[in-house]
């Protein structure tokens, strides 16, 4: 080592010059590849991932300011869904129903003499359940029967009425019914 000194301060200023400036250079390249462009790299990673937060930022401040509305919305579709199931429930409860219609024919003065669960027809994202029934009361009391059970909160239709054996009695005329009464359920599309 010491003949390169040796011999480099042998050498004239010029050369010297030169050969500083060479090392310079070596030095700053090296420096250059091994420093300065793996920190430049991690810089540009890092800022691009500030720009997709500051984006996400963006997202989810507008989200938290809208959140209340958003609750509420959900809120909203959440009581409408409980009013849909319960006019198109997922469940026949076929037993509910005939309890329900008892109530009724007793709160109308009608007699139900017969009720009988029909056959289940699939119609798409819902099915049709029919139920026979048979009931015997006054016209009034029927009519009346017919329309409260347009009040139910599950959706019930009354079909193919048929009017049979009137007799008098001593409040008036009573006769019997054969309808059909129809309810629907929700099969999601299967």
Known sequence: MNQFFDQFSKQPLSVKVVMLVVML?????????????????TLKDLRKKSA???????????????????QEEVNVLNEQL????????????VHDIFRQLSILAKKS??????????KTSRRGFYSEIEMALKLRGEYHDLAMFIDHVGDLDRIINISNIAFSA???TKSGVEMGLDCLATTFMFQGGR
């Not at 250079?25 to 790299?41: A, K």
């Not at 997709?52 to 958003?70: G, H, Y």
Request: hydrophobic share 40%.
């Open 166 to 168: 009137p007799r008098e």
């Open 52 to 70: 997709d937060l500051n984006v996400k930022l963006v997202e989810n401040k507008a989200i938290a300011d809208n959140l209340p509305k958003f």
């Open 109 to 118: 003065n009608v007699d139900i003499q017969s009720y009988r669960p029909g």
């Open 25 to 41: 250079i070596i030095i700053g390249v090296v420096e250059y590849q091994v420093f300065y462009v793996p920190l430049n790299d």
């Open 82 to 93: 409980k009013q849909a199931v319960s006019l198109l429930p997922n469940e026949a409860k």
